[in-house]
């Protein structure tokens, strides 16, 4: 085990915060578990790790993340099976993305073995936490920012990585109505648009904001050459089953790969289901509505898990979808997904990690 090589200094809550939260009406990323993982990482070397309560911490207004924007995350879950085990849904492929978004944003990256065993004791500690409600998982934050104090543009010498927890329940609880983005862009060949950085996201809240007003919930994002092609959402990544197969847009530059989209893809072709990893027109997937070709269209995220939708909105105009039936592949994936998560069925693919 990860955790019996590794020392944490932990230093529990005099008094836990359980007693004040209502499982039962959880709103998505409002309320904290009682502790935190924190290591830093100063004189080239990750320093003595350590889980503390959950609370504020201090810096200088010369904090380098504030400034140039070095900061990443990562965003899992964990669930509680029914003989009360905690079970987290694929961690090794979220610390793997960590570290690919700190190689491109230049940060230091975290050894397994702190990742992993960090989670693990911190977990362990705040097992209460976890909900057992339908719907309901704690919901894991990773994140990782610059903490060197200088007003200088240069990679930072020092980090502060930290994993925080929050009982949540779903992110959306309907079908959702997506608008197709043509004027703003979230990214580019050669960025960034693959990692998880805060960058990223900040960029996003203008566009998302004007959609919401317009009556959407979120935004598709299209290529930033042409407005040509759709690429993901906001939250999530994009899937369309077309004319029977499963149809999304190849990972890169521009396309976060996500660990959700990825467990997708990978039940579809075990089912024996035509997977199709390719550019989706804009064009394709509106004719593809109106003549009934398309036959789903869903989000996939850790956040959101699987959301279909019931519209797509273009240039004025919403193109609707066929109602998600419980025999859709959409829901189909979702009772799958969730029945490994939760302890339901075999884990054969080595998904799920025991706390």
């Known amino acids: 085990m990860l955790t019996e090589t590794l020392s944490i200094e932990t230093h529990p809550v005099a008094q836990s915060r359980i007693e004040a939260v209502d499982f039962n009406n959880l ?3 409002r309320t904290f578990a009682d502790h935190m993982f ?6 080239g070397e990750w320093q003595t790790p350590q889980i503390v309560p959950y609370g504020p911490m201090e810096f200088t207004p010369a904090l ?7 900061a990443i995350f990562e965003g899992m879950k964990a669930y509680k099976s029914e003989n009360g085990d905690v079970l987290v849904f694929r961690p090794q492929k979220n610390w793997e993305r960590l570290n690919k978004s700190a190689r491109r944003m230049c940060m230091a990256e975290l050894p397994e073995e702190l990742f992993m065993g960090g989670l693990t004791e911190l977990l362990r500690l705040d ?3 976890v909900p057992t409600q339908p719907g309901c998982s704690l919901y894991i934050r990773p994140f990782m920012f610059a903490t060197d104090e200088f007003v200088g543009v240069a990679p930072s010498k020092t980090y502060k990585f930290l994993i925080i927890n929050s009982p949540v329940g779903a992110y959306y609880s309907k079908p959702v109505k997506l608008k197709i983005e043509t004027k703003y862009v979230r990214a580019a060949k050669g960025g960034v648009g693959f990692s998880k950085n805060a960058g990223n996201y900040g960029g996003s809240l203008l566009p998302a904001k004007l959609a919401q007003e ?3 919930d979120q935004i598709i994002w299209t290529d930033h050459k042409e407005h040509r092609y759709v690429e993901e959402a906001g939250t999530m990544n994009l899937l369309f089953v077309i004319d029977g197969k499963l149809v999304t ?3 890169g530059d521009t396309i976060l ?5 990825d467990s997708i893809l990978t039940v579809a072709r075990d089912w024996g289901m035509t997977v199709e990893e390719r550019p989706v027109a804009i064009d394709e997937l509106l004719e593809g509505i109106r003549s009934g070709r398309v036959q789903e269209a869903f ?9 279909p939708m019931y519209a797509i909105g273009y240039e004025g105009t919403d193109y609707h979808l066929p109602e998600i039936t419980e025999q859709s592949f959409a829901k189909r994936v979702y009772r799958e997904l969730d029945d490994i998560k939760l302890g339901r069925k075999p884990d054969t693919r080595g998904w799920v990690y025991k706390v």
């Open 38 to 43: 924190v290591v830093d990482y100063a004189d």
């Open 299 to 307: 989000g996939a995220g850790t956040a959101a898990v699987v959301s």
């Open 127 to 129: 097992a209460a936490w």
């Open 27 to 29: 709103q998505f990323g």
């Open 214 to 216: 317009q009556g959407y």
């Open 64 to 70: 380098m993340a504030l400034h140039y924007g070095q």
């Open 249 to 251: 847009a190849p990972t």
């Open 257 to 261: 790969d996500g660990v959700t989209r």
